[in-house]
């Protein structure tokens, strides 16, 4: 089974930029769907972004759309998540995860439960 390991995180002042990074080992990322979420204190798990398998189709949720970019690297086995005009209430706890599939239209999973692996997170906390 794929094991993924999240780094990058840190803190960071409001309207600065982190890349966090998604490190894959044991499984080729190449088969897999991608996508990042976060969990802030006292908060549900929520999506933040994902990637598709095949011609890197993407998808954001409202709250981080425009400021963070998702992007693969299958050759490195890595996938990023650049995150840009940070604002305090993007607090959290951010987790990678993928899903095996064989899709072939491009389909990018938003659900939690869509997904079958996880990473330990990766803290980041913005200040005012």
């Known amino acids: 089974q794929v094991q993924l390991v999240e780094s990058g995180g840190g803190l960071v002042q409001a309207g600065g930029s982190l890349r966090l990074s998604c490190a894959a080992s044991?499984?080729?990322?190449?088969?897999?769907?991608l996508g990042w979420f976060r969990q802030a204190p006292g908060k549900e798990r929520v999506f933040v972004s994902g990637?598709?398998?095949?011609?890197?189709?993407?998808y954001y949720s409202d709250s981080v759309k425009g400021r963070f970019t998702i992007s693969r690297d299958n050759a490195k086995n890595t996938v990023y998540l650049l995150m840009n005009s940070l604002k305090p209430e993007d607090t959290a706890n951010y987790y990678c995860?993928?899903?095996?599939?064989?899709?072939?239209?491009?389909?990018?999973?938003?659900?939690?439960?869509?997904?079958?692996?996880w990473g330990q997170g990766t803290q980041v906390t913005v200040s005012s």
């Open positions: 995860a993928v899903r095996s599939t064989s899709d072939t239209d491009g389909y990018v999973y938003t659900g939690g439960i869509d997904y079958e692996n």
């Open positions: 044991g499984g080729t990322l190449s088969t897999y769907a």
């Open positions: 990637i598709s398998r095949p011609g890197w189709r993407t």
